[in-house]
């Protein structure tokens, strides 16, 4: 499973854009890259996947450079609600083995 | 509604007691997993299970029993507990994405341990 590096924590104001890098620099060529969100007291929840390019949901985009050594989550026009810990996981997740970092916290100011 | 539940969602309890902490969920998912987290250690992997019958270790599988006898269930079950295995547990499912060999884990609740 390949290592991933997140900022320990960042600070956001309402209605901003926030992105959150993810640095996997031993990406193995059959691994995806997932986000999971998670608040206090409750489990994570998944965010979004992805190989390469972009991947766009009702919640999240998720951009992979060609390389694939890092990707970004980024989260449009973010609310209180978004303040979370934010996980970015490499590998094969759900399937085997999981490795979950200890992921950036996001504070996000009114 | 799709859920993964766990029990109990709190427990204190004493050194060397043997306690059972169930997981279920209602998806039909084939794989399933226990984590622990722990401040400032984020959520690390205790066991998980490929389908009935089939489990293996996580990265931190010391002084925990699992079992799959059934597809819904997978216990977690400490035999001894020891007050390093306070924590916070979450138990999750895998469901398959529709249109790849990917894998969306359903998390539980949680429950919070104890041990004095």
């Known amino acids: 499973l390949a290592k991933t590096t997140q900022p320990i924590s960042m600070d956001s104001y309402e209605g901003q854009e926030v992105n959150i890098t993810c640095s996997h620099n031993?990406?193995?060529?059959?691994?995806?890259i997932t986000w999971y969100q998670q608040f206090p007291s409750q489990g994570p929840r998944f965010i979004i996947q992805g190989y390469k390019t972009k991947v766009t949901n009702e919640v999240a985009s998720l951009f992979i450079p060609a390389d694939r050594k890092s990707s970004t989550l980024s989260l449009p026009r973010v609310s209180l609600s978004d303040t979370a810990v934010y996980y970015c996981?490499?590998?094969?997740?759900?399937?085997?083995?999981?490795?979950f970092g200890a992921g950036t916290r996001l504070f996000v100011k009114a | 509604e799709a859920q993964v539940t766990q029990n109990p969602r709190y427990l204190i309890t004493v050194t060397g007691k043997k306690l059972t902490v169930t997981c279920s969920q209602n998806m039909n998912h084939e794989y399933m997993s226990w984590y622990r987290q722990d401040p400032g250690l984020g959520l690390r992997q205790i066991y998980y299970s490929m389908n009935v019958e089939v489990t293996d270790k996580g990265d931190v599988p010391e002084g925990y029993k699992v079992s799959r006898k059934e597809k819904r269930n997978f216990p977690l079950i400490l035999e001894s507990p020891s007050p390093n295995q306070t924590s916070l547990y979450f138990c999750a499912s895998s469901s398959r994405l529709s249109s790849s060999t990917l894998y969306e884990q359903y998390f539980g609740p949680g429950t919070r341990l104890t041990v004095t």
């Open positions: 996981l490499v590998g094969e997740t759900g399937g085997f083995k999981t490795i």
């Open positions: 031993n990406i193995a060529t059959n691994d995806y």
